[in-house]
């Protein structure tokens, strides 16, 4: 049974999760591959690790890089200290006006905060970058390998987090505008102001994406392990909380083949593994991949695993 509706002209984001070693950024690439045969494709990592580079045999980075051999699709890897780096550039103006009109700090002290992380914006600028991506409207599909299941969860929950900072930020603004009214009786938005309106309809680009059913869907990716599968259904039931739609999942690595006795063995000991998935996601449709002889790594391997994944 192969992964279904992924064509659909309205579906834009596909992104694939899971526990780590469950073969997530092999299934999104070999996604991305049969989505590229009919539709202009970008796929994104926000796995720190960045294995895709490794996975397609070929150094992408922190930049558009279209995929060797391939028609229609290009590659990018998102750093998220670079992007918050990148965002702290764009906006410096913008936040020292924050700081300075909110806060009773010196300039020596705002300059220490600058240099700072904002706990939680490495997801959030990673997903702000992708926004940004999608935004610009170059791809019409854009498929996201996530790092293992508790940064994904991080990830998906940025709306969340940017949306906190901001409610903070903006109640520091709002007692700088009461002064400012109290003494002079009128006042007029700067560029702070501007920022964090422009943050907030960010935050509110984010959360209608991820619970649109139509343009968003989620792929776990599992193996027929007990705390894989576990670790699975914790996910989903996450994913619920945040209204995001997935009606499918890939269950990897299964062993097919009977012909000596390890083989048989490992098969046996999957099958309780494989009904369990079967009780527990009785609403979601599993797709199976059997395990593969060699390490699926470059384009090849890949194609091969895009044939089974979409039945060709």
């Given at each position: ?60 980075g922190f930049r558009l890089q279209p995929v060797h051999n391939v028609k229609n699709l290009t590659a990018i890897e998102i750093s998220a200290d670079k992007a918050f780096k990148r965002f702290k550039k764009e906006h410096e103006s913008e936040l020292i006006k924050l700081f300075d009109t909110s806060t009773n700090l010196d300039d020596e002290d705002i300059q220490q905060m600058m ?196 039945g060709r």
């Amino acid at each position: 049974m192969p992964l279904t509706g992924l064509e659909q002209k309205d579906l834009k984001m596909i992104i694939f999760g899971g526990k780590g070693g469950v073969g997530k950024t092999s299934c999104s690439l070999a996604c991305a591959l049969g989505l590229a045969e009919k539709h202009k494709t970008l796929v994104i990592s926000t796995d720190p690790a960045h294995s895709i580079s490794d996975s397609l045999c070929q150094e992408i980075g922190f930049r558009l890089q279209p995929v060797h051999n391939v028609k229609n699709l290009t590659a990018i890897e998102i750093s998220a200290d670079k992007a918050f780096k990148r965002f702290k550039k764009e906006h410096e103006s913008e936040l020292i006006k924050l700081f300075d009109t909110s806060t009773n700090l010196d300039d020596e002290d705002i300059q220490q905060m600058m240099s700072l992380s904002i706990p939680g914006i490495d997801e959030v600028m990673s997903f702000k970058t992708i926004i940004d991506l999608i935004e610009e409207n170059n791809y019409e599909k854009y498929v996201v390998d996530t790092a293992p299941t508790g940064h994904a969860l991080r990830l998906l929950s940025s709306p969340v987090l940017l949306d906190e900072w901001i409610k903070m930020a903006a109640k520091m603004r709002w007692k700088y505008r009461y002064m400012i009214e109290s003494f002079s009786g009128d006042y007029k938005e700067d560029e702070a102001d501007v920022m964090l309106l422009n943050l907030k309809k960010t935050v509110k680009r984010i959360a209608a994406l991820l619970s649109n059913r139509d343009k968003c869907e989620f792929i776990p990716v599992c193996i027929p392990e007990d705390m894989a599968i576990m670790e699975t259904s914790r996910l989903l039931h996450e994913l619920q909380q945040y209204h995001i739609s997935s009606h499918q999942m890939i269950l990897n690595n299964v062993m097919e083949s009977d012909e000596s006795g390890f083989c048989r063995q490992r098969k046996a000991a999957q099958l309780k593994y494989i009904n369990k998935a079967s009780d527990i996601f009785k609403n979601i449709k599993i797709v199976i991949v059997p395990v593969f002889p060699e390490e699926i790594k470059g384009v090849a391997a890949l194609l091969k695993l895009k044939d089974i994944i979409f039945g060709r």
